[in-house]
């Protein structure tokens, strides 16, 4: 039986689904958001997210499925 428990970083991905990926909570998520200068509450742009990734590391056993973005290489 194949095992496949990686977390995916989608385009699309709620800021819920961020914190569990992260297994933080939503409040502390937010406050990351604020470091990198986004302030908003509106819906997460793959920019974003990629800028999150780059600031704080893809978790262990996770992946990234953003098109057209590498966080680690830009």
């Known amino acids: ?3 496949n ?3 995916v ?3 699309g991905i709620t800021r819920l689904q961020l ?3 992260y297994n933080i909570s939503p409040d502390v998520l937010s406050q ?3 470091a990198i200068g ?3 509450s509106r ?3 793959p920019k974003e997210v990629a800028l ?3 600031a704080n590391g893809l978790p262990e056993n996770c992946e990234m499925r953003i098109p057209v973005l590498d966080p680690l290489n830009q």
């Open 32 to 34: 990351w958001f604020h």
């Open 19 to 21: 914190a569990d990926v």
């Open 43 to 45: 819906t997460l742009k």
């Open 9 to 11: 970083i989608r385009s």
């Open 1 to 3: 039986m194949k095992e």
């Open 5 to 7: 428990n990686k977390k």
């Open 52 to 54: 999150l990734v780059r």
């Open 38 to 40: 986004v302030t908003h």
